[in-house]
């Protein structure tokens, strides 16, 4: 962790999340100490590396205000997107900031905003808004086997039609925290913030087999829409084809600016994957359901292969 805190502390401390590569500077000692934890699995790369997709800072405040309530600030390739944080807050902070620099800048992807994890090279697409337990599942299937390419960005490279990995530690948000504690013992489980700006959070280190993909793509096999429900039995319905379109194409940061280039992409992943909402109360069975559901999808790929229909 030295060798981080100097890199970190001359600017020149480099990390590889697979569809980024981000150039960090901070002096803040928890904050290094949590990259740390959370990102210990990583690929650092070598001091005099030079390219970066973003450059980031996250220094203390200054002047008064820094001794009465000490801060944490933001700044990414000269912007400040945020207000400052409290100091013990610098984690979050710089997830957050990472999350918003990828979404404004990466537009040579389309940016789906969904959880991707992958079977071998099968890759889930799980879109859903905040609160649907996106994340929880997203965690548990991680702990369960799956590798994870992220839990916020469905990056879906137009050219090849493949995800790419933009890997970074899952957001658990208030009672999702004890719940993936009590998923796994397998489970590396950063501080908790208390009181933050989306509620109580801790992040969820990806574990050995996701940093291991981190370059590996995968090809879209499988749309789901989920939504937790406390009780709920599991309940998998399939959805139309332009209903589908539409959910992932608009629960999406960048669609809207990339035009035709993201029209086609978003319809090839319809057509190429069967997409399903799919209601649950409980995370093994809904990861049991989705494990069915890839093998349906693998043995029809097999039969449209061998020119049978489906």
Request: net charge positive; with cysteine; aromatic share 8%.
């Amino acid at each position: 962790m030295h060798a981080l805190s100097r890199q970190a502390d001359r600017g020149r401390l480099y990390l590889d999340q697979g569809a980024a590569r981000l150039r960090i500077r901070s002096s803040v000692k928890g904050f290094i100490r949590n990259l740390h934890l959370l990102y210990g699995a990583f690929p650092y790369l070598p001091a005099d590396t030079g390219f970066a997709d973003h450059h980031v800072e996250l220094r203390r405040g200054r002047r008064l205000r820094a001794l009465i309530r000490p801060q944490s600030r933001f700044r990414t390739d000269g912007q400040e997107p945020f207000e400052p944080f409290p100091l013990h807050g610098a984690l979050p902070l710089f997830e957050w900031g990472i999350n918003w620099s990828f979404a404004q800048r990466a537009n040579q992807y389309i940016l789906l905003h969904s959880g991707v994890l992958a079977r071998a090279d099968q890759a889930v697409i799980m879109a859903a808004p905040p609160g649907s337990g996106k994340s929880t599942l997203a965690a548990a299937m991680m702990l369960s086997g799956f590798r994870l390419l992220s839990d916020e960005f469905g990056v879906l490279d137009p050219n090849s039609g493949q995800l790419l990995p933009m890997l970074k530690p899952v957001a658990l948000k208030n009672q999702s925290v004890d719940v993936i504690r009590a998923f796994s013992d397998q489970a590396v489980i950063g501080p908790l913030f208390i009181g933050t700006r989306k509620g109580d959070v801790a992040h969820l280190a990806p574990n050995e087999t996701s940093t291991d993909g981190l370059h590996r793509p995968a090809r879209p096999a499988l749309v789901i829409f989920p939504a937790f429900e406390a009780g709920a039995t599991l309940d998998c319905r399939l959805m139309a084809g332009e209903d589908a379109f539409a959910h992932l194409a608009f629960n999406s940061f960048n669609y809207h600016l990339l035009g035709p280039i993201g029209f086609h992409a978003v319809a090839d992943v319809i057509a190429a994957c069967p997409a399903y909402r799919l209601r649950f109360g409980q995370l093994e069975a809904a990861i049991e359901q989705i494990r069915s559901l890839l093998d349906e999808a693998d043995r029809n790929t097999q039969r449209a292969a061998q020119g049978h229909p489906k």
